[in-house]
């Protein structure tokens, strides 16, 4: 750590979120997610072993900055939702936030879906999903007739997010030039109250 003397013992509170932290600031200036925990504990000043206390391994270490890139999101969308007054307006927020979002943080998007397993977005607490997954049920159920069941609430969630990520996707490829103004107008094409 660059304000340490040479010799100094690293102090610090809680040493897991200092390493979440680094790595999330890693990972925004990447465009793919690389990130190991050594060099990550070197960069902290702290032993390997010391780190390791806290992620076992290198996988949970990116299972956790995962799970952080997900609530990360997930508030920037709760923001943007509550911002547009919530309802309809606030979900197609909440999509706009996510195509943004992806474009400005290219390497934890990536972590994100090569970390996430299987969504059960059909599941009665999907909090194990990170807030951004919160974010979308949210948005089904502020959107959807109350009579909707729980399969059709949940193929809406897998339409929502479709349509977001893959567009998130083609332009982080490369397929489509990122437009904030055609990416509102993409997103705004759905309209959940007339299923």
Request: glycine share 8%.
């Given at each position: 750590m660059?304000?340490?003397?040479m010799n100094a013992?690293?102090?610090?509170?809680?040493l897991r979120a200092a390493a979440l932290q680094m790595g999330m600031e890693r990972l925004e200036s990447q465009e793919q997610p690389d990130l190991g925990l050594r060099a990550l504990a070197r960069d902290l000043?702290?032993?390997?072993?010391?780190?390791?206390?806290?992620?076992?391994?290198?996988?949970?270490?990116?299972?956790?900055?995962?799970?952080?890139?997900?609530?990360?999101l997930g508030r920037n969308?709760?923001?943007a939702a509550a911002k547009a007054g919530g309802g309809h307006d606030g979900f197609a927020e909440v999509g706009i936030t996510y195509v943004t979002w992806a474009v400005e943080?290219?390497?934890?998007?990536?972590?994100?879906?090569?970390?996430?397993?299987?969504?059960?977005l059909a599941a009665d607490d999907p909090s194990a999903m990170g807030e951004a997954f919160f974010q979308l049920r949210a948005g089904i159920a502020a959107t959807m007739p109350d009579e909707m069941s729980k399969d059709q609430r949940a193929a809406a969630a897998l339409?929502?997010?479709?349509?977001?990520h893959g567009l998130a996707m083609l332009i982080l490829d490369g397929q489509v030039?990122?437009?904030?103004?055609?990416?509102?107008?993409?997103?705004?094409?759905?309209?959940?109250?007339?299923?």
């Amino acid at each position: 750590m660059s304000g340490l003397p040479m010799n100094a013992p690293y102090h610090h509170g809680d040493l897991r979120a200092a390493a979440l932290q680094m790595g999330m600031e890693r990972l925004e200036s990447q465009e793919q997610p690389d990130l190991g925990l050594r060099a990550l504990a070197r960069d902290l000043g702290v032993s390997a072993t010391a780190l390791y206390r806290h992620f076992p391994n290198k996988d949970a270490l990116l299972d956790a900055l995962a799970l952080e890139g997900l609530n990360r999101l997930g508030r920037n969308q709760a923001e943007a939702a509550a911002k547009a007054g919530g309802g309809h307006d606030g979900f197609a927020e909440v999509g706009i936030t996510y195509v943004t979002w992806a474009v400005e943080n290219p390497a934890l998007l990536r972590l994100i879906y090569n970390r996430v397993g299987q969504v059960d977005l059909a599941a009665d607490d999907p909090s194990a999903m990170g807030e951004a997954f919160f974010q979308l049920r949210a948005g089904i159920a502020a959107t959807m007739p109350d009579e909707m069941s729980k399969d059709q609430r949940a193929a809406a969630a897998l339409h929502a997010w479709s349509l977001v990520h893959g567009l998130a996707m083609l332009i982080l490829d490369g397929q489509v030039a990122y437009d904030p103004v055609m990416v509102r107008k993409v997103v705004l094409m759905t309209d959940f109250r007339d299923c």
